[in-house]
């Protein structure tokens, strides 16, 4: 007998990120990355600094497969915000990110942090 199962809907599109509405927000960061780069600073700075403020803890580094959900503060459109660790930038490669959490969500991703 089939399972009454919630539908999961995924959206790529080029909403600047601060003005995404969604449930969750997807964001992948690199390892050890200590500023933000732009995309993600109007991110951090609409969810009231939740993801620069997790950063100064050292509780998320960005190891490949590390996460971290953060519920913002302020005026932002997402209720959540995952965090994703990508590891090094330097061994980044497509085999990363075809294994890590990003991909197996189901959820709105967002690839703004490679840009710092």
Do not use: H
């Amino acid at each position: 007998m089939a399972q009454n199962t919630p539908q999961t809907r995924v959206t790529v599109d080029k909403t600047p990120l601060p003005k995404v509405r969604a449930d969750l927000l997807v964001l992948g960061i690199y390892k050890d990355t200590k500023k933000l780069p732009p995309a993600l600073t109007a991110v951090d700075k609409a969810a009231g600094q939740a993801v620069s403020n997790l950063l100064k803890t050292g509780d998320f580094t960005g190891k490949a497969d590390e996460t971290a959900l953060l519920y913002p503060l302020g005026k932002f459109g997402c209720r959540r915000i995952m965090l994703v660790g990508l590891g090094d930038k330097v061994n980044l490669c497509s085999l990363v990110i075809w294994e890590s959490p990003l991909t197996g969500s189901g959820y709105r991703t967002s690839s703004g942090a490679g840009d710092g």
